[in-house]
Nanobody
């Protein structure tokens, strides 16, 4: 059974930091990433990383502030979020796929709230 279990969300003041974690089980994925969905908005891409290498891609809105990384031994992907802004407030979802361009599995989401 494939599972993606997220943790690390919460409430933080603007300028603060949070680190999200996503532990994967049940399958080996080629790519993992993060998406987010703010109230009243569509889900949007945040970042992704290829499991077998270090190639990472970021949305322009988070570039320079967020860092995605992975721990192969723990089958876990992280999202370090620094210099958080109120507009980063959203439910953050972990996503995984066998190959680029195909997101087959999703986590349950974790709430991130940034107060001004």
């Amino acid at each position: 059974q494939v599972q993606l279990v997220e943790s690390g969300g919460g409430l933080v003041q603007a300028g603060g930091s949070l680190r999200l974690s996503c532990a994967a089980s049940g399958r080996t994925f080629g790519v993992m990433g993060w998406f987010r969905q703010a109230p009243g908005k569509e889900r949007e891409f945040v970042a992704r990383i290829i499991w077998s290498g270090s190639s990472a891609v970021y949305a322009d809105t988070v570039k320079g502030r967020f860092t995605i990384s992975r721990d192969n031994a723990k089958n876990t992907v992280y999202l370090q979020m620094n210099s958080l802004k109120p507009e980063d407030t959203a439910v953050y979802y972990c996503a995984a796929g066998i190959k680029l361009g195909s997101w087959s599995d999703w986590g349950q989401g974790t709430q991130v709230t940034v107060s001004s």
